[in-house]
């Protein structure tokens, strides 16, 4: 069965300026009235594509691929030279996810399957 990427994110070190370019650029709707102040993306694409999110931090985008485990991809993917940089985290109600580095040291994220 293969694993979908499922989400995509921005980060950036003023998120509010990155929210503002973004929607303005592509016409989406971006919702940052949450406890953490993360701006979902919502890209009004009609069931086309993914959602993301805009997010505080260095520099950098992110793709979060489904697994149905996390425990089990990230085995594997440090079996196969990959380190987990976020361990497993919970986010109540949204999601349960990790990042991992690749072995060139690229940062992606893996969600738990629904």
């Not at 505080?56 to 990230?74: F, H, K, Q, S, T």
């Not at 196969?80 to 985290?89: H, S």
């Amino acid at each position: 069965m293969g694993k979908p990427v499922v989400h995509f994110e921005v980060y950036g070190r003023n998120a509010a300026a990155l929210r503002d370019f973004y929607a303005n650029a592509f016409d989406w709707e971006i919702h940052a009235d949450n406890p953490m102040n993360y701006g979902l993306i919502h890209t009004n694409a009609e069931g086309k594509g993914i959602e993301g999110g805009i997010a505080e931090g260095d520099p950098r985008v992110n793709v979060v691929i489904e697994v149905p485990d996390l425990e089990v991809a990230l085995a594997h993917i440090e079996s196969l030279g990959g380190k987990t940089i976020t361990p497993i985290t919970e986010i109540p109600g949204m999601v349960t996810f990790a990042e991992f580095a690749d072995p060139e040291g690229n940062v992606l994220g893996v969600a738990k399957a629904e």
